[in-house]
């Protein structure tokens, strides 16, 4: 039987921090009952270090998309971010205030292999001011919301890194694998 890939809990409490904060009052229960029972019973109690199939979060993405941000790619994308920065620890922050995109890109494979497991794997290539990013063994690597979140991460990673949001270009994408082209401005 093929490895199935799994994701940490901490987007699930992301998220369901992210729709209390930020979201409209009934948010959190309009996320919730558009899920399928089983991704359901993740979202109502999830554990930060817990591992979920990977379907989990690509029911929530897709939930998110249409009850929240009403199929808005800006709406979508302010979502992710405020999201994803809740998820990230005080120290992780810090560190990122003092580091380079090329520093941070170089160790991106350990942070990716640090929120899932299972089969998907990345390799980045960095150049000065660009990176480009192999994404393998990844499954919906064509679905437009997953290249969303891929997009928020990074500018929630850059944007903690006190630079502006990076320029994100997607150069390949199939059901299993994603190519990625980061590059960004050397100033911050």
Known sequence: MAATSEVKGVYFVS??????????PGALARVTAALPEA????????????WYPEVALHDLVTAIWSE??????????EFLEFAL????KRFFRALLGVTSPGFFLRRYPTVFSAIRRGPPH???E???????????DMPYS???????????GFNVFFLLMKRTRPR???????ATALTILLDWDERR
């Open 126 to 136: 960095v150049e000065r001011t660009s990176a480009t990013i192999h994404v393998h």
């Open 39 to 50: 991704t359901r019973r993740v979202f109502e109690e999830p554990l930060t270090s817990g």
């Open 142 to 152: 064509d679905d437009p919301l997953y290249h969303l979140v891929y997009e928020a």
């Open 68 to 77: 929240i941000c009403d199929r808005d790619r800006e709406r979508f994308l």
């Open 85 to 88: 920065t809740l998820g990230m």
């Open 168 to 174: 994100m270009r997607l150069m390949g994408a199939s």
């Open 15 to 24: 998220a369901r921090d992210a729709l209390v904060e930020r979201a409209e």
């Open 122 to 124: 990345v390799t980045v």
